[in-house]
T-cell receptor, first 115, second 109 residues
Framework: EPEVTQTPSHQVTQMGQEVILRCVPISNHLYFYWYRQILGQKVEFLVSFYNNEISEKSEIFDDQFSVERPDGSNFTLKIRSTKLEDSAMYFC?????????????FGPGTRLTVL | AQRVTQPEKLLSVFKGAPVELKCNYSYSGSPELFWYVQYSRQRLQLLLRHISRESIKGFTADLNKGETSFHLKKPFAQEEDSAMYYCALRDSSASKIIFGSGTRLSIRP
């Protein structure tokens, strides 16, 4: 069964450094998402992406964040200058169509630790 | 504002006992409601959704629009049900998912 994959599983970085989190969505899916979960808190929506552009973003997704689908298979989340409060699990998700009744499939997550 | 509330952070029951995980939502339209489950060291996966009205792994959930609730129930808990359970909703016009804070279900032998 096809799955969403994410790399790396754990990323440790110094405050102020740039990080890129990578996701490979399910191959025929068209809508892509990033969510994050700070330890002990709820899963929060960051951004959705369709047709090579952002379709929606949350207040969390400020100028430090960007997303890209560079090659038709990868979907990346970049944080330009990491802060301590960016430490969290980051989940990528994808679904076939951005409509009701289409299941979003989640990746296993990348744990980002900012020191 | 759109919100999903799960009042219990932890629910611990004995094997064979009934389980009910509570979920209330706040939304002005007609959202789609879900339960997601996350077993230890595994990814989030969809357990069930309100439109399907089916029972998955013995779990059911009924949408009560009057009470804005979508509680998850199982008549007889099994040890393998131990996991984090997240209630969630999806906007009818957008596709992001809004999650509750989750309930950790622990089944005691």
């Amino acid at each position: 069964e096809p799955e969403v994959t994410q790399t790396p599983s754990h990323q440790v970085t110094q405050m102020g450094q740039e990080v890129i989190l990578r996701c490979v969505p399910i191959s025929n899916h068209l809508y892509f998402y990033w969510y994050r979960q700070i330890l002990g808190q709820k899963v929060e929506f960051l951004v959705s992406f369709y047709n090579n552009e952002i379709s929606e973003k949350s207040e969390i997704f400020d100028d430090q964040f960007s997303v890209e689908r560079p090659d038709g298979s990868n979907f990346t989340l970049k944080i330009r200058s990491t802060k301590l409060e960016d430490s969290a699990m980051y989940f990528c998700a994808s679904n076939l169509a951005g409509e009701l009744y289409n299941e979003q499939f989640f990746g296993p997550g990348t744990r980002l630790t900012v020191l | 504002a759109q919100r999903v509330t799960q009042p219990e952070k932890l629910l611990s029951v004995f094997k064979g006992a009934p389980v009910e995980l509570k979920c209330n939502y706040s939304y002005s339209g007609s959202p789609e409601l879900f339960w997601y489950v996350q077993y230890s060291r595994q990814r989030l996966q969809l357990l069930l959704r309100h439109i399907s009205r089916e029972s998955i792994k013995g779990f059911t959930a009924d949408l009560n629009k009057g009470e804005t609730s979508f509680h998850l129930k199982k008549p007889f808990a099994q040890e393998e049900d131990s996991a984090m359970y997240y209630c969630a909703l999806r906007d009818s016009s957008a596709s992001k998912i809004i999650f509750g804070s989750g309930t950790r279900l622990s089944i005691r032998p």
